[in-house]
């Protein structure tokens, strides 16, 4: 048999730029062939499974690709081939091989994979920090909530977009909750090596543990969805301290958010909107009555209102959230919607005209974000 | 030319002249994979309703939800007009299947008669569906409910009236005489896809007037 | 002219305008396809330009933000839609008749039909540039509710309604494959003597079949949602934004491998022909085929794994499961080479790229098949990467290859092989460039999309990388374009089989005559060609 | 050819009406396991007319 040629094929010609660029990526600052170094104890589980499926990947590629270039190197039509080569139409033993081996792979990677994503998708029932990240078009905001579930204060309170930081602590569990009131956006921190997606309609959540080792670190965070023209600057920052700062950080925004209630107290007429066609003082006891809620910062200002039983009423529902759709959704206690106020954006006002209902307590949300939360009485 | 249609007529259909099965001639064929798509098509349509339906805490919508319109939701308070709809749809089944047997038997007169009361059945049908669409009182815009809603029967109304052009160029070829016990391709194939708009309907209307809501 | 059928050498191509717009020669179809959807990937192809020379520095003002997202929809739309879909039917449409040894498609006018609702519907699409919002800029997948009237203008409907018609369009194109397949093959011609081409286009009909009605209903959600008040996709009033998605995908992944199949059935006549070897396993790569095609219709999820609204364990199985008749069929391609007697003319060059490219963008398959991983890769330049290698990396590649191995069937001369294997060069050379940085850059938290990225972001030098790669690619067209325009000027001849072919088509003359043979040889195995030139006479068509 | 007989032509639409079932009980997704059944059902009204509608191969 004659033996292989010197000359050196086109492909691997071509193939040595591509060498050259990954060993470049490799040796200088800019990206890899490798995700960042992860920053949470779910990041880190994906890494690992990335190492599992990077080295079969890598070890597929060079068995096949080595397989391809070997081939080409090695049967190239010379000019003493007049008879054809022998012609082999297949071999059964050859192809139940390289069908069970795949399968066995393919069988273990997806096993694998399910053992890490029970773990990176594992949400926790007591988090000890709880979010809500409302992504809207084109910013996002972070309702920091209490332990009743409702937020204590936001970043964004100024409603500009210009929400400052998600600043967590290092070394606990940290649940987000996502609301979109628009359209589909994605929580995406690269060092998370996790994304998901903010879809209008639908509460979506994740826990997230950041790394001790990582603290006073801040990771670059940006919306991966397309969701129109500012979809590139649809960025944020997570910063990442230690747990005294933390707190120390949580007690100086709940009193500075104390401090300039973003709207009118509990009671009173909404302010902001206003209530065309003259507001009603009372809340609740006259004839005909109608009762206050004023939506404002992704929250309700007024949480507890009062309504006659066994009479229709309505609200007077303002909604002072510029761009932004809200609505009142009473539920029934056992869950069921008891009524569903039509949603509208702000800033406006609305008359909701509400059946009569059977005395008791009735909690009330939005639908379009249910960390806002009330409850109506009925008596 | 003339050389040039032997060939077409020596090429058009080698196998016939060898071999007795033909099985199912090309027009008819071509008719029921199309039918397969829109199979898929519908399918589209009743995931989107399901999914919808399914999402929703309760089915219809509640007047809680969407206001006083909910209560215009309520179709299996009055299905009868729609069960005779149904029943005119299915008779036309069974009419245009006698078309075609007809003309297998090369009856032609007894094809142009029961295409012919294919084709008022059908017509008749749309008419029955404008105007119940004219008495429910609620519109495409009115909730997810009106729009599933709307969006099915609609189609499906669309698929009628194809198949009702249908019948009537078969009716006017059949009244022409072009159709015979050997040749009768089109009429097959149109009565093929009318036995598939029949059964959407069936589906649909089991799916809006009889299936249980929650 | 309709004389001249009986003279096989005569020009049946040298005829008027008037012929080729009311043609219903399955050749001359076929070769309108190609010249539409050539047209297309040239249009698509500068769209791209303008996105890689946006994204070439950082902070880049040189695209605004609206026209950069129409042009990278339009991109997408446009390729996938008008370029590859098209191409791959155009090439069944010329080959499959041939193959087969049929006279024509079973339904001449329907092909017709179904050929020119495409130019209309690029023309529709393309025209979303004319109105006051611009062209549809919500990407290809159109998600709603970014998709739905209170975030997009006109261009959207336009968008929607070419869509529609090119999904009509394939839909009747597959009808007619399928009858076409089933009832008009020659007498001899089983189906498992039928060439892969062949048996690739079915499953790639029965895909566009079944899973094109689908997006056809979805679309017509959109446009109701959109200008009728409907609410199937609008959160607020109890519809579903991941509906959408739902219904897209259970198309668009079928369309995936509408997209590579008949691709990968040009490589399985190319590579044995040039291996002068049969294909290695061909029973197997057959179910293969249809194996690829049944659990397409099952993994449509694993586009949504991050929605958080899908059922990951499920979708990840079966996204896994593709891996393996994807893995028979590229050890069966590589046993076909092995101790073959390998010619690189330029379709083999074109066919070894796609070997080797397509790989890439297999494993990469993996990868976003285990669900963690893909919740960091999704969305990012890491799809972008994955994504082309299968359909640039595979499809392109294997439309070139397609190209220069039928061109002589087509026109009856030969296109030079020096200007072929420059274009091979420059092409692979740009596609690596363009496509393998963008897997880093997706790792390293690039997400797609975006119209500019900040000069700290460390993504610069790549981003730099890939737009000289798409200049590279562009220009890798020009020596092609040359050489098929000095081709057909005055190339060398072909003859009826310059490649010494396995199949049918190389059986008539270059080009064919109307109606395609005077007679057929006899038809023993997948390669009836092959044994008339060597004498074979005994059936080794099938395996074991 | 065996391969070709009509019954296994209707096989083809159970394999996507098992795989519907399958996907239902995992996921309980309605509209999801709504387009695999009917697949099933399109699957074998096309294999099965597909089968019967060819003439036997030569």
């Known amino acids: 048999m004659p033996t292989t ?43 690992s499974l990335y190492d599992i499926v990077f080295l079969i990947g890598a070890i597929v590629f060079f068995f096949v690709e080595g397989l391809i270039v070997f081939a080409v190197l090695r049967y190239r039509r010379k000019p003493t081939d007049t008879e054809l080569p022998p012609q082999i139409h297949g071999n059964n033993r050859i192809e139940v091989i390289w ?63 210009n929400f400052g930081e998600l600043v967590v602590p290092v070394g606990v569990p940290i649940q987000v909750e996502l609301y979109s009131p628009d359209v589909i956006h994605a929580f995406y921190v690269p060092k998370f090596l996790f994304k998901r997606d903010v879809v209008p309609g639908r509460t979506n959540e994740f826990d997230f543990t950041v790394d001790a080792q990582d603290v006073n670190q801040t990771f670059r965070g940006q919306c991966a969805e397309l969701c129109g023209v500012g979809h590139a600057g649809m960025t944020f920052d997570v910063k990442a301290v230690s747990m005294a700062d933390y707190q120390t950080w949580l007690q100086q925004q709940i009193s500075q958010a104390l401090a300039s209630p973003p709207a009118a107290p509990s009671g009173s007429p909404a302010g902001g909107g206003g209530t065309p066609g003259g507001p009603s003082p009372s809340a609740g006891g006259a004839a005909g009555t109608s009762v206050q809620i004023t939506a404002q910062n992704i929250a309700f200002t007024t949480t507890n209102v009062t309504a006659p039983a066994g009479q229709p009423f309505q609200i007077q529902f303002a909604n002072n959230d510029p761009g932004t759709p809200h609505n009142v959704e009473i539920k029934n206690p056992d869950g069921s919607v008891a009524f569903k106020g039509a949603i509208v954006t702000g800033p406006t006002t609305t008359t909701y005209d509400v059946p009569a209902l059977p005395a008791g307590t009735y909690p009330f949300q939005c639908t379009v974000h249910p960390t806002m939360t009330g409850t109506l009485t009925v008596k | 030319m003339t050389s040039g249609t032997a060939i077409v007529v020596s090429h058009d ?57 909910a209560e215009k939701f309520n ?140 | 002219m309709a004389t001249t059928a009986l003279t096989p050498a005569a020009t049946a191509y040298r005829s008027g305008l008037y012929d080729w717009v009311t043609t219903t020669d399955h050749k001359k179809i076929g070769i309108l396809y190609v010249i539409n959807s050539f047209l297309f990937f040239l249009i698509g192809g500068l769209f791209a330009l303008g996105v890689r020379s946006q994204l070439v520095v950082p902070d880049n003002k040189l695209i605004s933000p609206e026209l950069y997202n129409q042009l990278f929809t339009m991109h997408a739309s446009i390729m996938i839609f008008l370029f590859i879909i098209p191409m791959l039917a155009g090439f069944g449409n010329y080959i499959v008749p041939l193959m087969i040894g049929a006279p024509d498609m079973a339904f001449p006018r ?75 093959r020659a007498p001899g011609m089983t189906m498992f003597r039928m060439p892969i081409m062949v048996w690739t286009v079915l499953v790639t009909s029965v895909l566009v079949l079944m899973a094109t009605p689908v997006l056809t209903s979805g679309l017509i959600m959109l446009f109701i949602d959109r200008n009728y008040g409907g609410h199937f996709f609008d959160p607020a009033t109890g519809g579903n934004a991941i509906l959408w998605q739902n219904i897209f995908w259970f198309y668009s992944h079928p369309a995936v491998y509408i997209m590579i199949l008949p691709a990968m059935g040009m490589i399985s006549e190319i590579l044995p022909v040039f291996s002068r070897k049969p294909l290695f396993g061909y029973k197997a790569f057959v179910f293969a085929t249809a194996g690829i095609g049944a659990l397409g219709f099952s993994v449509w999820a694993h586009h949504m794994f991050t929605t958080g609204a899908v059922y990951l364990p499920f979708f990840s199985f079966m996204t896994f499961l593709i891996a393996v008749p994807t893995g028979v069929k590229m050890f069966n391609w590589i046993a076909t080479l092995y101790r073959g007697q390998l010619t690189f003319s330029t379709p083999l060059l074109f066919a070894l790229g796609f070997l080797s490219m397509f790989l890439i963008g297999g494993i990469d398959g993996a990868f976003s098949a285990a669900v963690p991983v893909d919740f960091a890769l999704h969305d990012t330049y890491w799809v972008v990467a994955h994504l082309h290698y299968v359909l640039f990396g595979g499809s392109v590649f294997g439309v070139m290859a397609g190209t220069y191995y039928w061109f002589p069937k087509m026109s009856g001369r030969k296109l030079n092989e020096t200007l072929g294997k420059i274009q091979f060069v420059l092409m692979f050379i740009g596609f690596n460039m363009t496509f393998f940085p963008m897997h880093l850059l997706g790792l390293d938290g690039m997400p797609r999309r975006i119209a500019v990225y900040a000069s700290t972001a460390g993504w610069s030098q790549l981003n730099l990388v890939a ?75 099938s395996q074991a | 050819m065996r391969l070709k007989h009509p019954r296994n032509a209707i096989g083809v639409g159970l394999v996507f009406v098992a795989i519907g079932v399958i996907y239902y009980l995992l996921s309980r997704d309605a509209g999801g396991t709504t387009t695999l059944v009917l697949l099933g059902v399109a699957m074998s009204i096309a294999a099965y007319a597909l089968v019967v509608g060819t003439p036997d191969d030569r």
């Open chain 1, 99 to 161: 069908t069970v081996i795949p399968t066995a792979i393919v069988l273990f990677l997806f096993i694998i994979s399910w053992q890490a994503l029970n773990s990176v998708d594992a949400v926790t029932a007591d988090p000890a920090v709880r979010v809500a990240a409302v992504a809207k078009r084109f910013s996002w905001n972070f309702l920091y909530l209490g332990s009743n579930g409702r937020p204590l204060f936001t970043t964004d309170a100024a409603g500009d977009g």
């Open chain 3, 110 to 184: 329907i092909n017709a039909l179904s050929f020119w609702m495409l130019p209309l519907a690029g023309i529709i699409m393309l025209s979303g540039f004319l109105t006051p919002g611009g062209a549809a800029a919500e990407g290809w997948t159109s998600y709603s509710p970014l998709a739905q009237r209170a975030y997009s203008g006109m261009g959207t409907d336009l968008w929607i309604v070419a869509v529609a018609l090119i999904g009509t369009s394939s839909i009747l194109g597959s009808v007619n494959f399928l009858v076409t397949i089933f009832k008009m």
């Open chain 2, 13 to 69: 259909d080698p196998h016939a002249l060898e071999h007795g099965n033909r099985g199912i001639s090309n027009p008819i064929l071509g008719m029921i994979l199309f039918i397969c798509s829109e199979v898929m098509f519908f399918a589209g349509l009743f995931a989107a309703y399901f999914n919808v339906r399914a999402n929703a805490p309760v089915w219809p919508p509640s007047v809680a939800e969407v206001g006083p319109i």
């Open chain 2, 75 to 214: 179709l299996h308070a009055e299905p009868w007009f729609a069960a005779t709809l149904t029943v005119v749809l299915v008779i036309s089944s069974f009419t245009c299947q006698f078309g075609v047997w007809a003309i297998r038997r090369d009856d032609r007169k007894g094809l142009v008669r029961a295409i012919g009361v294919t084709l008022v059945l059908g017509i008749a049908f749309l008419i029955g569906q404008a105007y119940d669409y004219s008495q429910l009182g609620f519109g495409l815009g009115d909730g997810t409910f009106g729009t599933t809603f709307y969006t099915l029967t609609g189609f499906h109304g669309a698929h009628v009236l194809a198949g009702t052009i249908m019948l009537s160029v078969v009716l006017y070829r059949a009244m022409s005489g072009q159709f015979s016990a050997r040749h009768h391709d089109a009429v097959e194939a149109t009565s093929i896809y009318w036995h598939f708009v029949d059964v959407v309907w069936v589906a649909l209307f089991s799916l809006l007037y009889v299936l249980p809501t929650h």
């Open chain 3, 467 to 541: 737009t000289i790669g798409s200049i590279i690619i562009a220009t890798s067209m020009l020596p092609f374009l040359w050489n098929v325009f000095i081709t057909l000027r005055n190339g060398e001849p072909a003859g009826d089989d310059p490649w010494e072919g396995n199949t049918l088509e190389w059986a008539t003359t270059s080009p064919p005559p109307p109606y395609n043979f005077d007679h057929l040889p006899p038809i023993r195995s997948e390669r009836p060609v092959f044994d008339v030139r060597h004498g074979r006479v005994a059936d080794h068509g």
């Open chain 1, 5 to 47: 040629r010197k000359k050196l094929p086109r492909l691997a010609a071509i193939a040595l730029p591509l060498i050259a660029l990954l060993v470049a990526g490799c040796a200088s600052q800019i990206p890899a062939l490798y995700p960042p170094q992860d920053v949470t104890s779910q990041a880190a589980t994906t890494r």
